[in-house]
């Protein structure tokens, strides 16, 4: 199973971005039950939660993203979404998708850096 993001990039602040993240190789009885996050990193910080999706479709968000970003899924596609509004400097992250299935076995995506110019 590799995940597989993309999506990142340069933009000015106020601005969006659409994250993706192909979970390539992944049978769809493990995907579709399976929790979906996206964690970020910015520079000498630690790994944070940024939103999460359960199987049901419940979606949870770290308050800084609350009413800005949503998080998406399409099983068909086996395919995670984070669409960022109103972007702010210090959204400035690498931004991984994560993958837990119902073993506890996680899976991560390589990062894709996000940078939100002032």
């Known amino acids: 199973v590799q995940m597989v993001e993309s999506g990142g990039g340069l933009v000015q602040a106020g601005g969006s971005l659409r994250l993706s993240c192909r979970a390539s190789?992944?049978?769809?009885?493990?995907?579709?039950?399976?929790?979906k996050a996206w964690y970020r990193q910015a520079p000498g910080k630690q790994r944070e939660l940024v939103a999460q999706?359960?199987?049901?479709?419940?979606?949870d968000y770290a308050d800084f993203a609350k009413g800005r970003f949503t998080i998406s899924r399409d099983n068909s596609r086996k395919m995670i979404y984070l669409q960022m509004n109103s972007l702010e400097p210090e959204d400035t992250a690498v931004y991984y998708c994560?993958?837990?299935?119902?073993?506890?076995?996680?899976?991560w995506g390589q990062g894709t850096q996000v940078t939100v110019s002032s």
């Open positions: 190789g992944m049978i769809t009885s493990v995907f579709n039950p399976a929790t």
């Open positions: 994560n993958i837990v299935d119902t073993r506890e076995i996680n899976y």
């Open positions: 999706l359960g199987s049901a479709g419940t979606a």
